[in-house]
């Protein structure tokens, strides 16, 4: 699954039901987030959260320990 063993979740493995669980990830941001990573091809640091439309630095601040790339 996308979920380590350290308790990240992969965000280039994740599905939407994994975002879900993130804390302020609901079924609109999650969507968001999968259609940004493959618009792009991937996340390559957490920061490019920053770029999905709806994620803010308060957001990013609360996801950065959760989740990894």
Do not use: Q, Y
Not at 11 to 30: C, K, S, W, Y
Not at 50 to 66: M, N, Q, S, Y
Request: aromatic content about 2%; cysteine-free; proline content about 6%.
């Amino acid at each position: 699954g996308a979920w380590r063993p350290d308790g990240t979740l992969d965000l280039n493995r994740a599905t939407a039901a994994d975002l879900e669980e993130l804390p302020g990830i609901g079924e609109v941001l999650a969507g968001r987030i999968i259609a940004h990573r493959e618009a792009v091809g991937g996340f390559t640091a957490v920061s490019d959260l920053r770029d999905v439309p709806g994620i803010g630095e308060k957001t990013l601040a609360t996801l950065a320990p959760l989740v990894g790339v």
